[in-house]
Nanobody, 115 residues
Framework: QVQLVESGGGLVQPGGSLRLSCVAS????????MNWYRQAPGKQRELVAT???????NYVDSVKGRFTISRDNAKNTVYLQMNSLKPEDTAVYYC?????????WGQGTQVTVSS
């Protein structure tokens, strides 16, 4: 069994920054892909950023140049550095990891961008 615990969400003003963290624990051999998703009220969950074990990354167009995903394989941890935040970034952010053929989700952390 694998557990994911996210942290780092909160309330921030437009233009501000936040750093999300997600730690995976449990029976883990190797994590293939680590992802951040988000879901705003009334909208579908969307993939924000992804990073594989080789540290190749991809981002949704709306966050390119503002968000950076990174990972620490030794700590089974993935990060999302979010800069120049906008009100439209407000959402619950979820960590997701792929281990073997299984996908695991965190409980989500709220990010609110508002003045």
């Amino acid at each position: 069994q694998v557990q994911l615990v996210e942290s780092g969400g909160g309330l921030v003003q437009p233009g501000g920054s936040l750093r999300l963290s997600c730690v995976a624990s449990g029976t883990i051999v190797s994590i293939r892909t680590m992802n951040w998703y988000r879901q705003a009220p009334g909208k579908q969950r969307e993939l924000v950023a992804t990073i594989n074990r080789s540290l190749s990354t991809n981002y949704v167009d709306s966050v390119k140049g503002r968000f950076t995903i990174s990972r620490d394989n030794a700590k089974n941890t993935v990060y999302l550095q979010m800069n120049s935040l906008k009100p439209e970034d407000t959402a619950v952010y979820y960590c997701n990891v792929a281990i073997g053929t299984m996908n695991y989700w965190g409980q989500g952390t709220q990010v609110t961008v508002s003045s």
